[in-house]
């Protein structure tokens, strides 16, 4: 069972000392005056939720892309870079976390990012874990506040009291995300399994969507 040193461990992926992830932890701090881990981490969370937009045709084969300082950089970005990034931003404060995949079924997908993928079930959905208080949180950062204002989606909150996951409802009350596979935490990002998985499922979907101009703003 991996300890505490490891949920506040420097990465390869999960590069927290870099300058770049300070600067962002800065930012999303800056107007706060938090009391305690929990503020810090609700402060963090929003930062990476919204500062970052949602776009699942950013994904890359290129290892460099998921590393937490390039990340901070990013304008848009899909759910696996924005939850290492909101991982190695709390381990840079301190605050123990890790990584969580789940397979879900997104029932309000776009045509085109179904006609792309082949499908309406995004494997290994990432979110962070953030321990605070002897419990671990579940937090997804993948969708912003004028991403869910779009497509009618309630926006996830998180106050330190409970996990922030995808909704399975959407503000009409139609069905949106449903949680399929759990496949655990991670103390690291499994990058080469999570690709792997990509090829045998969504064939050519890496190649199409480095290719997408402007990316998910057009669905």
């Known amino acids: ?63 460099g892309e998921y590393r937490a300082s390039h990340i901070a950089l990013s304008q848009s970005n899909w759910c696996v870079p924005k939850s290492v990034l909101l991982c190695a931003a709390a381990r840079s404060q301190g605050i123990p976390a890790r990584l969580g995949f789940a397979d879900v079924r997104n029932h309000l997908t776009t ?18 874990e953030i321990l605070l208080d002897g419990r671990w949180f579940k937090l997804s950062t993948a969708f912003n506040i004028e991403l869910c204002e779009r497509f009618g989606v309630g926006v996830l909150h998180f106050d330190g009291t409970d996990d922030a996951l995808m909704h399975p409802f959407d503000t009409s009350g139609r069905r949106h995300m449903e949680y399929l596979r759990d496949h655990g935490s991670f103390d690291d990002l499994p990058l080469d399994r999570i690709l792997t998985d990509f090829d045998r499922h969504y064939p050519g979907f890496l190649e199409r969507v480095d290719a997408q101009d402007p990316g998910f703003s057009a669905d």
Do not use: K, N
């Open 111 to 128: 045509e085109r990012l179904q006609a792309a993928m082949g499908t309406d079930v995004f494997m290994w959905h990432g979110y962070a």
């Open 1 to 63: 069972m991996a300890s505490e040193s490891a949920w506040l461990a420097e990465t390869a992926f999960i590069d927290h000392g870099h300058p770049a992830v300070g600067e962002f932890v800065a930012r999303a701090l800056d107007d706060l005056s938090p009391s305690g881990p929990t503020e810090v981490a609700v402060g963090l969370f929003e930062q990476v939720r919204d500062s970052i937009r949602y776009d699942p045709y950013r994904c890359s084969r290129s290892p």
